[in-house]
């Protein structure tokens, strides 16, 4: 599950940009076509955006299995209505810098239950059902099923679901780094933990592999463009000029 945590950052990291990238294109300089259907044609930014999501639901479909198979989603579902005000209790303590004490590797509290699970069970599928919606897997000709799921109402869902991953993002990563950050990344990256919540907070293991994990995705950010991005297309198409 530490593993499905870095391809998950890889992958969102990825699929935020090319999202990005797709809203503000103009004028695509590339385009891809799938063999099965040369008269197709979409942005080489597009077809990026698409393979990275199947590769991040595939990595999504395996972390939810694991959650089952190891009993990890009672970590993150809520099962008492005591969460809500315990969550609100919580986030006051965060508001006044008042961190929680909670050991990660233990329990969570009641805000991250809440944000974690509506993250993975809410957040994630209403990304891929919007975003099936828009892409070129969806049945053109059911004109019935179009009808009942307009692509307008998957539009006004998929990028403000969008914004949610990015200050989920933005605000885990802050958090993590400033009530333990040793102790977190060992938790996350390392795999290591301990009741104890001391023991590993003097390893460095889970920073250095945390460290290259960000070397990786930086790596991967700055090979992501036509010269990289059309050879690996081409293995599944055609890709040409504009």
């Not at 935020?16 to 080489?44: D, M």
């Not at 329990?107 to 944000?115: C, D, E, R, T, V």
């Not at 009530?179 to 907070?201: E, F, I, K, V, W």
């Amino acid at each position: 599950m530490a593993w499905q945590h870095f391809f998950n950052a890889f992958l969102m990291v990825l699929i935020i940009r090319s999202g990005l990238q797709v809203r503000t294109e103009k004028r695509p300089s590339v385009s891809w076509s799938p063999r099965w259907n040369p008269q197709r044609k979409i942005s080489l930014t597009i077809w990026f955006h698409q393979a990275l999501d199947v590769l991040w639901l595939t990595n999504g479909f395996v972390f939810v299995i694991l959650l089952f198979a190891t009993g990890q989603w009672m970590r993150i579902v809520p099962t008492s209505i005591d969460a809500i005000p315990n969550a609100i209790s919580a986030a006051l303590q965060y508001a006044s810098l008042d961190w929680p004490t909670e050991n990660g590797w233990v329990n969570y509290n009641a805000l991250q239950q809440i944000a974690y699970g509506l993250t993975v069970f809410v957040a994630a599928p209403l990304a891929a059902i919007s975003g099936v919606r828009m892409s070129g897997i969806w049945p053109v000709k059911a004109r019935r099923l179009s009808r009942l799921y307009p692509v307008e109402w998957a539009r006004a869902i998929h990028f403000p679901v969008m914004l949610y991953f990015v200050v989920f993002i933005v605000i885990h990563v802050i958090l993590v780094l400033a009530t333990g950050a040793l102790r977190n990344l060992n938790h996350m990256y390392a795999a290591q933990g301990s009741p104890d919540p001391t023991a590993y907070a003097d390893n460095w293991l889970g920073f250095w592999l945390f460290v290259c994990s960000l070397a990786v995705i930086a790596a991967a950010w700055a090979a992501a463009r036509p010269l990289v991005l059309a050879p690996i297309a081409r293995l599944f198409g055609s890709v040409r000029r504009g």
